[in-house]
Structure formats: structure tokens, C-alpha cells
């Protein structure tokens, strides 16, 4: 059996708050501590030769890509974005809890990401996406920086084969998760942080870290 390989990526880190007031998630672009940890992604992926790189096109996957991947063109996917939050539908009691519970668990197709998008749409759209990718023969090794909820969506597809949603996957700025794909699915590693190999930085979910900043506006 000929397997392929998918090195499947979160972006490094961004800064979503400055001064007081948050930043357009679209343009959001990399900090110095997160073009650090894609240095230190694309050092340890130096020997891999990309076919492809796919990104959702947003500022801060393409800015990781380039220097993860700086000889490949990168891709724009739209279909890949994150999940798109509504925090103004979110009453004011309940934000702690979308905050920190954004991801905990198995979440039914019905739950919104902070307010917004139902983790329904968000299959309805990587789903098809992943098909039309590896419907492609013509590579065996791509690199797709893409996003957390993203990526959770795609690992717990692999896992299970249907649309289940494991929310439980920590994915971490920078982190490379490792599968390979063929008549089956295999997952050969999740959330790797070549910047804190062994997760020394802290225990609170990138979520969790999130909630923090936005209390502190």
C-alpha cells in the first residue's frame, strides 16, 4: 500500500488584541514569537521536500508558509479558513464559557464558535475540500498550514471516518501534526512544537490563553 504524506500545520502566533481593542482576524499578522516558532517548525522540517503548500489564504497562514516553505508557491484555500466567530451575539455571562469551552469535548454539529459558525459548516466546507486534495495524484507530499479548529476538524475525520468533531486536540501556534493517507487514514503525530518539545510553556489551551487577553481589554 502506497501511502501519502500530509504535514498538517496551525499558524504561528498572532497577536489578536493590541492597545485595548482586537484586530481583524483576516489580516492578523504574525508576532516575532510567532515567525520564532516557524523558524523553529521549518528547521526541523528542512529535509522534507513540499509538493505542494496549502494555506486558507488568511495573513497569517500564507506568513507562515513562507517560511516554512519559502521555494513553493503557496495556495489560497478559502474553504480552509477558521471558523468565523460572532462575539456580539454571545451574551455577556456566556463568553467565559464559549472562550474555554470552545473546543472541549465531542461538539455536535450545531455548536457555535463563539457565536458564529456551526461546527456543521465548518465540515460542510473542509470536507470537500480534503476530497478535491487528494483526488490530486500529482503529489506525495504537501504541507497545509491551516488553523485549530480547522485542524480538528480534519484530525478527527482521519480518526473516525464521519463528521465527529473531537474537540480535545490542543493545537498550539506553529505545531506540525503528521498523517498519512491512502486507502486508510494514519496519524502518526499531533501537535508537535519543534519551539517546546515537550510542552514546558504551560497546561492552559490556546482558547483558555485567548480568554485571558480578551478579559483583560
Not at 508557491?73 to 462575539?87: F, I, N, V, Y
Not at 450545531?110 to 500529482?138: C, K, M, N, Q, Y
Given at each position: 500500500?502506497?501511502?501519502?504524506?500530509?504535514?498538517?500545520?496551525?499558524?504561528?502566533?498572532?497577536?489578536?488584541?493590541?492597545?485595548?481593542?482586537?484586530?481583524?482576524?483576516?489580516?492578523?499578522?504574525?508576532?516575532?514569537?510567532?515567525?520564532?516558532?516557524?523558524?523553529?517548525?521549518?528547521?526541523?522540517?528542512?529535509?522534507?521536500?513540499?509538493?505542494?503548500?496549502?494555506?486558507?489564504?488568511?495573513?497569517?497562514?500564507?506568513?507562515?508558509?513562507?517560511?516554512?516553505?519559502?521555494?513553493?508557491?503557496?495556495?489560497?484555500?478559502?474553504?480552509?479558513?477558521?471558523?468565523e466567530p460572532k462575539l456580539?451575539?454571545?451574551?455577556?455571562?456566556?463568553?467565559?464559557?464559549?472562550?474555554?469551552?470552545?473546543?472541549?469535548?465531542?461538539?455536535?454539529?450545531?455548536?457555535?464558535?463563539?457565536?458564529?459558525?456551526?461546527?456543521?459548516?465548518?465540515?460542510?466546507?473542509?470536507?470537500?475540500?480534503?476530497?478535491?486534495?487528494?483526488?490530486?495524484?500529482?503529489?506525495?507530499?504537501?504541507?497545509?498550514?491551516?488553523?485549530?479548529?480547522?485542524?480538528?476538524?480534519?484530525?478527527?475525520?482521519?480518526?473516525?471516518?464521519?463528521?465527529?468533531?473531537?474537540?480535545?486536540?490542543?493545537?498550539?501556534?506553529?505545531?506540525?501534526?503528521?498523517?498519512?493517507?491512502?486507502?486508510?487514514?494514519?496519524?502518526?503525530?499531533?501537535?508537535?512544537?519543534?519551539?517546546?518539545?515537550?510542552?514546558?510553556?504551560?497546561?492552559?489551551?490556546?482558547?483558555?490563553?485567548?480568554?485571558?487577553?480578551?478579559?483583560?481589554?
Amino acid at each position: 500500500m502506497t501511502r501519502r504524506r500530509i504535514y498538517l500545520m496551525r499558524h504561528a502566533a498572532v497577536a489578536y488584541f493590541h492597545d485595548g481593542r482586537p484586530v481583524d482576524p483576516h489580516e492578523v499578522p504574525l508576532t516575532e514569537t510567532g515567525r520564532e516558532q516557524a523558524q523553529a517548525a521549518a528547521a526541523v522540517l528542512g529535509d522534507v521536500s513540499f509538493d505542494r503548500v496549502v494555506t486558507s489564504g488568511l495573513r497569517r497562514t500564507l506568513e507562515t508558509a513562507a517560511i516554512v516553505a519559502p521555494g513553493v508557491e503557496p495556495e489560497s484555500w478559502p474553504e480552509l479558513r477558521e471558523l468565523e466567530p460572532k462575539l456580539l451575539d454571545v451574551p455577556v455571562e456566556e463568553l467565559e464559557h464559549a472562550f474555554v469551552g470552545a473546543f472541549r469535548g465531542v461538539l455536535p454539529g450545531d455548536a457555535r464558535f463563539l457565536g458564529g459558525e456551526t461546527i456543521g459548516s465548518l465540515f460542510d466546507r473542509v470536507l470537500p475540500a480534503i476530497d478535491r486534495l487528494l483526488e490530486d495524484p500529482g503529489w506525495d507530499v504537501v504541507v497545509a498550514v491551516l488553523h485549530g479548529g480547522v485542524n480538528r476538524a480534519i484530525l478527527s475525520y482521519a480518526l473516525t471516518g464521519r463528521r465527529t468533531f473531537l474537540g480535545n486536540f490542543e493545537q498550539a501556534p506553529a505545531c506540525i501534526n503528521v498523517l498519512d493517507v491512502g486507502d486508510d487514514w494514519i496519524v502518526r503525530a499531533v501537535n508537535l512544537t519543534p519551539y517546546d518539545q515537550v510542552h514546558l510553556r504551560g497546561r492552559a489551551t490556546t482558547m483558555e490563553e485567548l480568554w485571558t487577553e480578551f478579559k483583560s481589554m
